[in-house]
């Protein structure tokens, strides 16, 4: 059953401040480095001289970076609707790697790009998870929800995900101790990358906050919110001891009837917008 028709994908945001310090405060994180090995090049050896190269740096990026994003309007919107919005996460490893294989050869522009590129990578994953949200607020303006319900995975489903999970977990912290006792960099670095991975999915089917309305489901969580258009999904459905959104090639979404007040409402909503399979 095709969904009803929605708002423009580009809709605007309120002027948020935030989102261009941070913004400034990642892009600063990447410049300094490269400052940094600049100064060196150049000739400056002084400690307390490359200490102010850093600051500086950091300093005068964040301003520029906050006051160019704030000039550009809507472009924490667009980025939180395009795929790219994971970009700036994935962008910075390239310095955690180049950093830490060239300290010998760089010395602190090598220590410096390795740690910066860590912190850079966690801010440019709150600058997408941030860009998604405001791109969920700007579809969802106005949108007048359907139902609101909180609901996790059913109990079985649920321990099956913490099972795996904590596989996951034990793997990776053995594969980064190993790979420090051996010194070999790709496995402690394979480690670190899949160890958060195996925090999220340990997460995926804890009770979440979800609205059903004609522009899909959108999920809530404390900080962040996050839009499914209906076109995502398949189908949905019911068994005997949840409701089940169906997603081609990606986990399904598993709505526990033991948390759903009146799943029959909930189910009436979702019949709107998808065919049960």
Not at 31 to 57: E, H
Not at 116 to 136: C, E, I, K, N, Q
Request: hydrophobic fraction near 50%; charge should be positive.
């Amino acid at each position: 059953m095709p969904p009803p028709s929605s708002s423009d994908d580009t809709g605007s945001s309120d002027s948020d401040p935030l989102f261009g310090v941070v913004t400034g405060i990642y892009l600063a994180l990447l410049a300094a480095p490269l400052a940094v090995f600049a100064a060196v090049r150049a000739g400056v050896s002084g400690s307390g001289v490359l200490y102010g190269v850093v600051i500086g740096t950091l300093t005068v990026v964040t301003g520029l970076g906050w006051l160019a994003t704030a000039r550009v309007e809507g472009v924490d919107v667009r980025l939180g609707g395009s795929r790219l919005r994971w970009l700036p996460a994935l962008a910075p490893a390239v310095y955690v790697v180049a950093g830490f294989a060239s300290i010998a050869a760089t010395g602190v522009a090598g220590f410096l790009a390795f740690f910066f590129g860590l912190f850079a990578v966690l801010f440019g994953f709150v600058l997408g998870v941030m860009a998604r949200t405001r791109h969920t607020i700007a579809l969802t303006a106005g949108v007048e929800p359907d139902c609101e319900f909180t609901a996790g995975w059913p109990k079985r489903a649920r321990r099956r995900v913490h099972l795996v999970a904590g596989v996951l977990l034990a793997v990776t912290a053995a594969g980064f101790i190993a790979g420090i006792a051996t010194n070999r960099i790709w496995l402690q670095t394979a480690s670190q990358i899949l160890f958060p991975l195996g925090l999220v999915f340990a997460s995926s089917g804890e009770r979440r906050t979800y609205l059903v309305s004609a522009v899909g489901i959108e999920q809530r969580m404390p900080v962040a919110r996050r839009l499914f258009r209906w076109d995502d999904f398949g189908g949905y459905t019911r068994t005997a001891d949840a409701i089940s959104l169906h997603r081609p090639r990606r986990v399904d979404f598993r709505f526990a009837l033991a948390d759903l007040d009146d799943s029959d409402a909930i189910e009436r909503a979702i019949e709107r917008y998808l065919s049960p399979s």
